[in-house]
């Protein structure tokens, strides 16, 4: 596992940071990835463990995290309190299940986060969110068969939160 670790500015197409199979990426607070086609922040495989203290920008997706719900599963996306993540789509994107996302910045974009998962064994995701979502779409989208808990000690500002699994626990 390696850990990438961002504290400038990387703006331009394609991927600003591309995960290995179990990468790790810490964006600083002064830092600045920016993809201007595509996706800020990409990876395929299991256990990402991504911390955004700056502000990640893309032009489809900030974060990306593919691609198989059944397969891959413990994905781990904290933004901070001075975090800023936006995506024109869809700011944060997960496909594994047993993951995790906690927002204590800013999550912005036409839709926050999709989490797609599948249930092994009982395992669930959760999306904790102590900050903003602020979404001209739907906050949230869920699909899968594995439990989804969100706890909201935030501000959620959408046109709607959409889900196709059953959400079961939402304080």
Known sequence: ????????????????????????????????LGSTDSTAIYGNGSNHNITIDGTVVGNHYAVYLEHDPVEHSGQMVVIGEQGKVFGGSTAIVIYAYDSYVQNSGKISGWSGIYIKGDDHNGNSSAIVNDGLIDTTGPAMFAYGTQDLFITN???????????????????
């Open 1 to 32: 596992m390696v850990l990438q670790i961002y504290n400038g500015e990387s703006i331009g197409i394609g991927y600003r940071a591309d995960l290995l199979t179990t990468d790790s990426v810490y964006v600083g607070e002064d830092a600045f």
């Open 153 to 171: 000690n935030g501000v959620i500002k959408a046109g709607c939160l959409s889900s196709t699994i059953p959400i079961r626990r939402v304080i």
